[in-house]
């Protein structure tokens, strides 16, 4: 059941039709301690998410005022931004230009292959895919 059911006063009504008024009592304690504790945990988060916001505010702030850029942190840490891994070629066709070309098959089918496939006839990419031997 969702909590969501209890938003409707007649929902509520319906189903602690049975309950006494002291086991009410007792539920509306527990559900006044988890309002605290959930109250206290969202304050809590959204303070740390001001603080944060004012640190790195004053971060950049003072990074501007120096000219430095992030790249100018990273190479005093010494962390250095890997190049992105070439894909290996999963496709191999020769142009209308006479040319040999290679496909990863990530993003659209190149222009040039469309090319040949309309030149060819052919309208399955995986014709012109490498085989693994």
């Not at 007792?26 to 301690?33: A, F, G, H, Q």
């Not at 504790?37 to 120096?66: G, P, Q, Y």
Request: a positive charge; charged letters at 40%; aromatic letters at 10%.
């Amino acid at each position: 059941m969702d909590y969501k059911y209890f938003k409707n006063a007649r929902n509520l009504k319906a189903f602690f039709r049975d309950a006494s008024s002291s086991e009410l009592e007792s539920i509306i304690e527990k559900l006044t301690s988890l309002r605290d504790c959930v109250k206290s945990e969202e304050i809590r988060r959204e303070t740390e998410l001001k603080e944060k916001t004012a640190f790195l505010s004053n971060l950049l702030n003072d990074l501007d005022a120096h000219n430095f850029t992030v790249s100018d942190l990273a190479a005093l840490t010494g962390v250095k931004k890997e190049p992105r891994k070439k894909l290996d070629a999963r496709y191999r066709y020769v142009g209308t230009d006479g040319e040999t070309y290679l496909w990863s098959g990530q993003g659209k089918i190149p222009k040039k292959m469309r090319e040949v496939m309309l030149r060819d006839g052919i309208t399955d990419k995986n014709f012109y895919r490498i085989k693994k031997d």
